[in-house]
């Protein structure tokens, strides 16, 4: 049984956080062209990157959601391509594959065929309004907790 493929020009990226390696799957006259590469996670490099894909003509890049490396790949990519993200979870979930060059693959592999699952991405203006108010919630934590610190000081000192 062969499943259909959806996108006849696209790539699958593993992500590391210095490096990411590449799967471009191209379908041209029923014929299936597979290229590997592997770019360090650098502006420069990541530039490269998209206009490599640019010239392949390559529509759908898919990603795993690996810890924040995933973010300056995505905002690279960004208005270029159509950009999905998936959980690592999902995706890590199928045994078996041990190298990054499969793992690319696989990420290219389901991608090709509609089998990735994408998760939400805000774009800019909310990611930095979800920082910010991160920060703000971070920030009275540790008000609060410094606070208590100076309380239980003054109290062991009989200060209170």
Same mark, same amino acid.
């Given at each position: ?40 996670? %650098?502006?420069?490099?990541?530039? @490269?990157?998209?206009?490599?894909? !640019?010239?392949? =003509?390559? &529509?759908? #890049? ?19 391509? %159509?950009?999905?993200?998936?959980? @690592?979870?999902?995706?890590?979930? !199928?045994?078996? =594959?041990? &190298?990054? #060059? ?59």
């Amino acid at each position: 049984m062969s499943l259909e493929v959806l996108y006849e020009r696209c790539a699958g990226i593993d992500v590391h956080q210095r490096f990411v390696v590449v799967c471009l799957l191209v379908v041209e006259g029923g014929k299936r062209r597979q290229e590997i590469r592997t770019f360090r996670n %650098e502006t420069a490099d990541l530039l @490269a990157l998209r206009t490599w894909l !640019v010239q392949e =003509r390559c &529509t759908h #890049v898919g990603m795993e959601s690996t810890g924040v490396y995933w973010m300056q790949v995505y905002r690279r990519l960004e208005g270029f391509f %159509e950009l999905v993200v998936a959980n @690592a979870q999902h995706i890590k979930a !199928v045994p078996g =594959r041990k &190298t990054d #060059v499969q793992d690319a693959e696989w990420i290219a592999s389901l991608l090709q065929h509609g089998l990735f699952n994408p998760s939400f991405v805000p774009n800019q203006e909310q990611q930095d309004l979800r920082d910010l108010t991160r920060l703000r919630v971070s920030l009275v934590r540790e008000r609060t907790r410094l606070v208590n610190r100076v309380h239980k000081v003054l109290e062991e000192a009989g200060m209170k």
